[in-house]
């Protein structure tokens, strides 16, 4: 199917594990980001990608990590997940200056 | 102070009404303006994109920007309960590459 998915769409994990969000668009399109939502922070930038291979950091990187090595996959991981990583993670892709189309986004929660 | 700014609401209109949402942004240079629907549990999707000052219209949508005043609304007429969601004002950087997200207004349309 044509679009912008994510996997997993829920994920428990414990403190200190590591965890990897997926984000797959199929439109071949440029950038690709992630945010994440918080209730009272809106959405926070985290990572973006201009292109394969080409990542930047966002707002908040801190404790995040990024790859891009084919322009369809832009995996975030978290490298030893802490609580204050509980949130609702957005992947969005976009070509040009057309805006974004956000994926169906993971819920994370670490216990 | 916020490089886009809303007010978080919620705003209350009944079935019918006009709901007005509003939006600052800090950037004088900014060319580009969107605004972006969040149902809770969702994702953001695009409902409007205005790049001109002005007024453009989509069906019972009305997007509104005032590049002097840095000012971007968002009109909904004849207000449906389907319309309650969160709205969220975007605004492009210069480099036309990251958009930058308002806090969202909360939407409450009541029959």
């Known amino acids: 199917d044509a679009g912008i998915t994510q996997s997993p769409r829920y994920k428990i994990t414990e403190t200190g594990r590591q965890v990897t969000l997926m984000c797959h668009q199929t439109?071949?399109?440029?950038?690709m980001f992630w945010y994440r939502q918080d209730l009272g922070h809106g959405l926070r930038l985290i990572y973006y990608?201009?292109?394969?291979?080409?990542?930047d950091k966002g707002e908040v990187p801190d404790g995040y990590v990024v790859s891009r090595s084919k322009t369809e996959n832009f995996p975030l991981t978290l490298e030893s997940a802490t609580r204050s990583q509980t949130s609702v993670y957005f992947c969005a892709s976009m070509q040009d200056s057309y805006g974004y189309t956000f994926g169906s986004g993971t819920r994370l929660t670490v216990v | 102070q916020k490089e886009v700014e809303q007010n978080s609401g919620p705003l209350s209109v009944p079935e019918g009404a006009i709901a007005s949402l509003n939006c600052t942004y800090s950037d004088r240079g900014s060319q580009s303006f969107f605004w972006y629907r969040q149902y809770s549990g969702k994702s953001p999707e695009l409902i409007m994109s205005?790049?001109?000052?002005g007024d453009k219209e989509d069906g019972r949508f009305t997007a509104q920007l005032n590049k002097a005043s840095q000012y971007v609304s968002l009109l909904i007429r004849d207000s449906q309960p389907s319309d309650s969601a969160t709205y969220l004002c975007a605004v492009f950087n210069n480099a036309g590459n990251m958009l930058t997200f308002g806090g969202g207004t909360r939407l409450m349309v009541k029959p």
């Open positions: 205005i790049y001109s000052n």
């Open positions: 990608s201009a292109a394969a291979d080409i990542t």
């Open positions: 439109w071949s399109h440029s950038y």
